[in-house]
């Protein structure tokens, strides 16, 4: 059995092009799921029945994992066994009729414009790590690109002169996102005051963003940074992906069209930017019974 989910594993790598912590999700899921089979006495694919699955989701349950932890384990079992159909190596898929458990759609945390004012003035201009944490909240902000995405930024994805920077997504696709003279001249400080100074002789050509050490700015790193900083602005409770809701959910406050800020963050479905329009109603219907002398 491990032998064919090696082969599976390898073709997310490789075929499906995976990013790192995707696939690493995939990986660990589905090792679980084996070592359960190995436990219960099932020890060939073809002996994997749907109570076997059900029984697995059960214990997950037991397990109280919350409801979106379950079901990325049971879409990962069932990306498995579409796999096994294909190429033949079971006759029956026994997850064709399991679905995962229905998650309850959480509401966007979104930071105000006033914090996020906040934390990026609480950078310091003084010193390069600054220089480079105001740019690199700035560039978060004025784009909504992913941390993962942010990091891996190199000094050639840049056009300043134009007002954009190039994102490669963790899926590998490429799209340029306009950044605001805010970002751009964070950027451009960062770049003639900051970088230069941070350079060692293990640093990479062409990293954008780096640490203290000169190596690549890594998201854990960045994400403790944020922390103090947000700290220190007085805003407790802030994590990168915030600044990516808030961006989109800023966007359509102020008029921006659904389908440029899908295209601006890189939203596949356009589900995934809908969910931000139930927050602008929200404030609207807020506003009304707030203002309206008859609400």
């Not at 940074?225 to 359509?252: C, D, W, Y």
């Amino acid at each position: 059995m491990y032998s064919v989910l090696t082969q599976y594993l390898s073709y997310l790598k490789h075929e499906k092009q995976l990013s790192h912590n995707s696939y690493i999700s995939y990986e660990r899921d589905l090792q679980k799921f084996v070592s359960f089979l190995d436990e219960n006495g099932v020890l060939q694919w073809t002996q994997v029945h749907k109570h076997h699955v059900m029984k697995y989701m059960n214990v997950l349950q037991q397990l109280n994992l919350k409801p979106a932890t379950v079901s990325r384990h049971i879409v990962s079992i069932k990306g498995l066994f579409h796999y096994l159909m294909i190429h033949d190596h079971i006759t029956f898929d026994p997850t064709i009729y399991i679905e995962p458990p229905k998650q309850a759609k959480a509401t966007p945390h979104v930071l105000s414009q006033e914090d996020i004012s906040a934390i990026i003035e609480q950078c310091s201009s003084d010193n390069p790590t600054g220089l480079r944490d105001r740019a690199m909240l700035e560039l978060m902000y004025a784009t909504g690109i992913r941390v993962s995405e942010l990091v891996a930024l190199n000094v050639e994805h840049l056009h300043l002169a134009l007002g954009f920077v190039q994102c490669i997504s963790p899926s590998l696709k490429e799209r340029y996102v306009p950044i605001g003279q805010y970002a751009k001249a964070a950027l451009e400080n960062y770049l003639q005051n900051g970088r230069q100074k941070l350079l060692t002789e293990k640093t990479s050509d062409s990293a954008l963003f780096l640490s203290h050490l000169g190596t690549r700015m890594t998201r854990q790193g960045f994400w403790k940074n944020m922390k103090q900083i947000a700290k220190s602005a007085g805003v407790e409770e802030v994590t990168p992906h915030m600044f990516r809701h808030s961006v989109a959910s800023h966007l359509l406050e102020n008029g921006a069209d659904i389908r440029v800020v899908q295209e601006m963050l890189g939203h596949v479905d356009i589900s995934s930017t809908m969910k931000y329009t139930t927050l602008t109603k929200q404030k609207m219907k807020d506003a009304y019974v707030q203002a309206h002398p008859r609400a």
